[in-house]
């Protein structure tokens, strides 16, 4: 299971830091990622870290946003700062999850992130 945490409200030029933890025992975490999701639009990839913390970031969020990860507790982390009103969306934790040799992409809940122009 991943519990996001962090999301809320801001104004444009703000910051947020939103968590991601995989709870449980009995597994590892592989590649782990953040999406978003705007009324009416799909989902997008906004960043993805691997286990060897190599990251990639969406065009729109670069220079803004960081990923980073922490392996011993099973957590992702975003960091975003200079935030726009464009970046109002659900923000989704994504990460692929292995067990007794068996992958799962699994999904968070999902966080609320509304920034006010």
């Known amino acids: 299971q991943l519990v996001e945490s962090g999301g809320g409200l801001v104004q444009a030029g703000g910051s947020l830091r939103l968590s991601c933890a995989a709870s449980?025992?009995?597994?590892?975490?592989?590649?782990m990622a953040w999406y978003r999701q705007a009324p009416g639009n799909q989902r997008d990839l906004v960043a993805r870290?691997?286990?060897?913390?190599?990251?990639t970031l969406a065009d729109p969020v670069k220079g803004r946003f960081t990923i980073s990860r922490d392996n011993a507790k099973n957590t992702v982390y975003l960091q975003m700062n200079s935030l726009k009103p464009e970046d109002t969306a659900v923000y989704y934790c994504?990460?692929?999850?292995?067990?007794?040799?068996?992958?799962?992409?699994?999904w968070g809940q999902g966080t609320r992130v509304t920034v006010s122009s």
């Open positions: 449980g025992s009995g597994f590892s975490i592989g590649t």
């Open positions: 870290i691997t286990s060897g913390s190599i990251t």
């Open positions: 994504n990460a692929d999850r292995w067990a007794s040799g068996i992958q799962r992409n699994v």
